[in-house]
């Protein structure tokens, strides 16, 4: 049966003529007597819509056929040899229709087999228990399993992404010392000299990867900036060149993963730089964003149970009709959702050249999503909220969206008189108002449950499970404490911003950039007198 090819062959391709991509060579490069080539990508894909299951022979055939092709192509050994970063066919940036052959995905060859098990040493033994009870409660993107085996088979090597891994888990799980700046702290430094290592020797990986998100965490919980803001920048481009950000239409620059465990890895990865960058962009206007929003049928993180437990789980798409009715996501799901409807009311900010109607249905119907999210996740954490772990991390998004949200529209001063105000833009602030008042007693809730657990469980490990992608909810929510203590001399509010203070000077004793809140706070005249 005819075989043809599923993309044009290079020279079709360039001069722009529909090709009509038989295999090995199209005819309309024979009647012109021209040489007729197809990229590796293009005869390794082909696919006849009506042809039967090849046999054996067949198989084989083409497989040796496929092996010739790739053996005399421009990119040979590449897809054996690309470890190293001098192997890397660059011709995947400078025209990637001629080298467009996935990658194998591990960068690491298959350690030979051993007889023994694997046995952690004693200081990887506390780190991965060190992490895993703390930074991965509010932050679940490694897999136990996989990176305990990955540490006891890559351990010993003094290079490469499995010890930059490690490091970097080391790095965010240790608190520092009070004497030392977190720029130069020793083992910030060790690792930011092993990423300049694996970079210049390996290509990108899941572990490298993984390595850029937690340097990022490190940065933003200790408020090093720029380079917090810079490296989840950088940890956007490493998702989009591994093409994690869309696995349908984007190119893909390896092959796919063969375990769920490992592709469910890579989902979480691409979800917590999202989230990341959604995070970092908060507090500051007009800057754009760096990870692209999601393709439209992009699956959320599994329930940590089963997660967490090493099994196989189920993923909810991104895109559901409602939130109250869901209850299966786990609680990574749900800072996922939260950052995402966060990034939409970021941009919704940022984007003045609209017209005044649109924008004011577009808040509306943020403030009616946003609402019922913040339902949601009252309802899946009733009876209690653990110290800052996930599910507190999703609310305080929530919360963070809704306020930036509502501060555009509360203020009379910001609209536009020119044509007079409809009835729309006052209903609008009206319910920026009570938008307010509602998430900044509800933040005070929170803040409240938190406070009680960690009291209730004095040895559980007090702040060092706080999550510091708390703060900046805490911080926007004692802003409108304050407001509300000197318009309204509201006795509440009082009490409000003492408790939210009183957190954000815990968290401030594991992670600083909540002593760099807090150094603002003092200095606001509400907290001054509250304070006399």
Request: proline share 5%; glycine share 6%; net charge neutral.
């Amino acid at each position: 049966m005819e075989r043809r090819a599923r993309f044009a062959c290079v020279g079709c391709r360039r001069l722009k003529r529909k090709c009509p991509k038989e295999l090995p060579a199209c005819s309309l490069c024979l009647r012109l007597e021209k040489q007729c080539e197809y990229s590796v990508r293009a005869r390794n894909l082909y696919q006849d819509a009506n042809r039967e299951p090849s046999t054996g022979s067949q198989k084989a055939s083409v497989e040796a056929e496929l092996h010739s092709s790739i053996d005399s192509s421009p990119v040979q050994g590449l897809v054996n040899r690309h470890g190293n970063t001098d192997t890397f066919p660059a011709m995947f940036f400078l025209d990637s229709d001629v080298c467009n052959r996935p990658l194998a995905s591990d960068c690491h060859p298959a350690p030979a087999p051993t007889a023994t098990p694997c046995v952690l040493s004693s200081e990887a033994y506390r780190v991965y228990e060190t992490y895993f009870s703390t930074v991965h409660q509010w932050l679940p993107i490694l897999s136990k399993k996989r990176v305990r085996r990955h540490m006891a088979e890559y351990g010993s090597l003094t290079s490469g992404p499995s010890q930059l891994l490690f490091l970097c888990m080391k790095l965010v799980s240790e608190p520092l010392p009070p004497d030392v700046s977190a720029r130069e702290n020793s083992t910030y430094m060790e690792v930011l000299e092993t990423l300049l290592r694996v970079e210049n020797s390996c290509l990108s990986c899941l572990q490298l990867l993984q390595s850029i998100i937690l340097i990022s965490v490190y940065e933003i919980s200790h408020a090093i900036y720029p380079a917090a803001y810079l490296r989840v920048g950088h940890g956007s481009r490493v998702c989009v060149i591994m093409g994690f950000h869309d696995r349908k239409n984007a190119v893909q620059l390896f092959k796919d993963t063969i375990t769920w465990t490992e592709r469910e890895e890579e989902r979480r990865a691409w979800w917590a730089i999202f989230c990341l960058d959604r995070i970092t962009n908060q507090g500051i206007n007009g800057l754009p964003l760096a990870a692209p929003e999601p393709s439209p049928g992009e699956l959320l993180p599994t329930p940590e149970t089963a997660w967490n437990e090493g099994g196989v789980g189920f993923n909810e798409p991104l895109f559901a009709s409602s939130f109250s009715n869901n209850t299966s996501l786990g609680s990574f799901a749900n800072v996922c959702q939260a950052a995402h409807l966060l990034g939409r009311v970021l941009r919704h900010r940022d984007e003045r050249n609209v017209a005044l109607s649109f924008r004011i249905a577009e808040a509306r119907q943020l403030h009616h999503i946003l609402a019922s999210l913040s339902s949601h996740l009252s309802d899946s954490a009733r009876g209690s909220y653990p110290s800052g772990g996930s599910i507190a991390v999703a609310t305080t998004l929530c919360f963070s969206a809704r306020l930036i949200l509502y501060d555009i529209y509360a203020c009379n001063e910001k609209y536009s008189t020119d044509h007079g105000r409809s009835s729309e833009e006052a209903e609008t602030q009206q319910e920026a108002m009570a938008g307010i008042f509602e998430v900044v007693r509800s933040t005070w809730q929170l803040t409240r449950r938190i406070l009680d657990s960690i009291d209730q469980d004095a040895e559980g490990g007090g702040a060092d499970n706080l999550s510091p992608l708390l703060c900046h909810c805490l911080y926007a929510a004692a802003g409108e404490s304050e407001w509300l203590m000197l318009e309204q001399e509201d006795s509440s509010a009082v009490t409000w911003l003492r408790d939210i203070v009183k957190l954000l000077q815990l968290i401030g004793t594991r992670w600083r950039v909540a002593g760099a809140y807090l150094s603002e706070i003092y200095r606001w005249p509400g907290y001054s007198s509250l304070v006399k």
